[in-house]
């Protein structure tokens, strides 16, 4: 099975992929949330959960990690780029890691098509933060299911029975602490990975 196709820094490819990536691209698109995030000085910023791996729902929030110096001045910089979006919200709390600044806002393009985004803002790296580390595993794990396998729709089943991405995987997996575990798979190789989990693949 061919592992999913995305760019970490971009969401040129989701013009391309599904009908449910090509409707977030629209919105995207539309709405310039990429372009505003680019305007704001000293971040790095990356699409992740569910999206870029093909298992969103239609209901899924739209997963963006960033990386900042200071989570006072981007909660700042979040209200004075975002703040007039419907259903804004955005505040400091603790999240996996430590302090984090988490908001949230929905924006539509001229057909009505909307898209919730959900924004979740740390010091650490980008490559260091758990949603990051989970995504990577999780396309890596999804490339590693054989041709015939029914990996992809065991999850895709998870997903719509309302588990978090996280948890469908590790349902299918048989991981009692997904966030947890999944972190800790990063350690291992691709040989490694299709041996420990050769059942689950199939």
Not at 6 to 20: K, M, P
Not at 90 to 112: H, I, P, T
Request: glycine share 6%.
């Amino acid at each position: 099975m061919t592992a999913p196709r995305f760019d970490l820094y971009s969401i040129d490819y989701l013009a391309n992929g599904s009908a449910r990536q090509r409707r977030a691209s629209r919105v995207l698109q539309a709405s310039r949330v990429w372009d505003r995030l680019r305007e704001i000085p000293e971040i790095d910023f990356a699409l992740a959960g569910s999206l870029p791996l093909d298992l969103a729902t239609e209901q899924s929030d739209l997963d963006i990690i960033v990386s900042v110096a200071d989570l006072k001045v981007f909660l700042q910089q979040l209200r004075e780029v975002f703040g007039q979006e419907a259903e804004f919200s955005a505040g400091l709390g603790v999240g996996r890691g430590g302090r984090c600044v988490l908001a949230s806002f929905v924006v539509k393009n001229q057909e009505d098509e909307t898209e919730r985004i959900e924004i979740f803002a740390q010091t650490q790296a980008l490559p260091l933060q758990a949603a990051v580390v989970h995504l990577l595993i999780e396309a890596r794990l999804m490339g590693l299911a054989p041709t015939e396998s029914e990996f992809n729709q065991r999850l895709i089943q998870a997903r719509r029975e309302g588990l978090k991405t996280e948890e469908a995987f590790g349902v299918v997996l048989g991981l009692n602490q997904p966030y947890e575990e999944l972190l800790a798979l990063d350690e291992l190789s691709d040989r490694e990975l299709a041996l420990r989990f050769a059942a689950q693949l199939r």
